[in-house]
């Protein structure tokens, strides 16, 4: 691990808060409190880790912002006896890990740094991801579904009959979709569609 690896706590709960401050007070990992994500958003760092509580909306905010900013950090995700769904939930959004509240100071700096190892191995990867869900993120539900069906290999035609509409309306919906995504060509809409995890 790094020295002074700066960890960046988003979290709600002022006491959460300040407990988790003070369990990792004197270790090698300085940790910057924030109320919310709006918060964090407008002091954006340049790098560190964020570990956020999972009140199933924040994980998400950040990682959007990342998007738009064509910058990746790794997240943890945390929470008090968070369910299985909540957790996979978190990581399928894009965090890099997860930890249940409460947490010891060595359970946690053991996350730190298994999250900064795999940040080096996945960044570039989690980045991309992170820029192409910003690029669908753009897209309406109709639109969205016109591309999976693009994705899936199925003509105008199909797709208008399996969503109930005109090939002529899929035409739209696919122009407007390669537009708002900034891409060329069909092509490039399906690498981001996978590059997002919208396809597989």
């Known amino acids: 691990m790094n020295n002074g690896t700066s960890l960046f706590l988003v979290d709600g709960d002022v006491r959460r808060r300040a407990a988790i401050s003070h369990c990792l007070a004197g270790s090698t990992v300085h940790v910057e409190p924030f109320e919310d994500p709006s918060e964090l958003i407008a002091r954006w760092p340049k790098s560190g880790l964020l570990l956020v509580h999972d009140d199933g909306r924040s994980i998400g905010m ?10 990746w950090l790794p997240v943890i995700g945390f929470a008090q006896e968070p369910s299985t769904r ?6 399928l959004e894009g965090a890099i890990d ?16 298994q999250a900064e190892a795999k940040a080096e191995v996945f960044g570039s990867a989690k980045l991309r991801e992170a820029l192409a869900r910003s690029r669908v993120d753009r897209l309406t539900k109709r639109e969205r579904e016109v591309l999976a069906g693009v994705a899936g290999g199925l003509s105008n035609r199909m797709i208008g009959e399996k969503l109930s509409i005109s090939p002529r309306t899929v035409e739209i919906h696919r122009a407007n979709m390669l537009t708002k995504m900034g891409a060329n060509h069909t092509s490039e809409a399906i690498r981001i569609a996978i590059e997002a995890a919208l396809v597989s």
């Open 62 to 71: 950040l990682l959007a912002q990342m998007g738009r900013l064509g910058q």
């Open 98 to 113: 997860y930890v249940s509240w409460p947490f010891t100071r060595e359970e946690i700096i053991g996350v730190v740094e």
């Open 86 to 91: 909540q957790v996979v939930g978190a990581v």
